[in-house]
């Protein structure tokens, strides 16, 4: 299957300041980009659906200034926490759709908001 | 009613049976259906999609689609505790631009 390259796979932050989250396609042109987090045991939650050059569609309760997400490119997607607190830490995971459909995960970013 | 419904589970066979994951859905303008399978820890793996009813097979796993009964189910044949994962249905409406939709996922517990 196709690569999704996700990094950081890991990263401890201080409460307040931001964390920064990429997503990159590596031999495709992913033409929507998709943002999730998975808390412990339980399912996937879409937090957000970008396309690239446009703004991203937000999912109802997530909040768009707290969660930035840019799709600079059709290989590329950032999503930065912004103002991290505790209760953000979780299980960050981007996807990438091609124009055939098929949709393909990076490896997640554990976060943990210390 | 949920867009993608799954049975949570935990689904437990022995060593060597058949798993069968089965996946509902709502919309019946749904073309494009897929499996992926979710190791504790780690993010998604897509192992199978299937567009047309019937049968799609590849390796020990077969995808079913009914599109009239509004059903998918993956068949995971000689299983093996390295199959032992969360298994997640999803489901775009539409066109393969459409939003995808998953299920809440089902345990799958393979035991020596």
């Known amino acids: 299957g196709a690569v999704v390259s996700q990094h950081p796979s890991w990263v401890i932050c201080k409460s307040g300041t931001s964390v920064k989250i990429e997503c990159r396609s590596l031999?495709?042109?992913?033409?929507?980009m998709f943002w999730y987090r998975q808390f412990p045991k339980q399912s996937l939650m879409l937090m957000a659906t970008?396309?690239?050059?446009?703004?991203?569609?937000?999912e109802q309760g997530v909040e768009k200034d707290k969660f930035l997400i840019n799709h600079a490119s059709l290989t590329l997607s950032t999503l930065t926490v912004t103002s991290a607190h505790p209760e953000d830490s979780s299980f960050y995971i981007c996807s990438a759709r091609a124009t055939d459909g098929l949709a393909f995960f990076g490896q997640g970013t554990r976060l943990t908001v210390v | 009613q949920k867009e993608v419904e799954q049975n949570s589970g935990p689904l437990s066979v022995p060593e060597g049976a058949i798993a069968s994951l089965n996946c509902t859905y709502s919309d019946r303008g749904s073309q494009s259906f897929f499996w992926y399978r979710q190791y504790s820890g780690k993010s998604p793996e897509l192992i199978m999609s299937i567009y047309s009813n019937g049968d799609k097979e590849d390796g020990r796993f077969t995808a079913q689609l009914n599109k009239a009964s509004q059903y998918v189910s993956l068949l995971i044949r000689d299983s093996q505790p390295s199959d032992s994962a969360t298994y997640l249905c999803?489901?775009?409406?539409?066109?393969?631009?459409?939003?995808?939709?998953f299920g809440r996922g089902t345990q799958l517990t393979v035991w020596p």
């Open positions: 999803a489901v775009i409406r539409g066109s393969t631009l459409g939003r995808l939709y």
């Open positions: 031999d495709f042109q992913a033409t929507t």
């Open positions: 970008s396309n690239e050059g446009s703004k991203a569609t937000y």
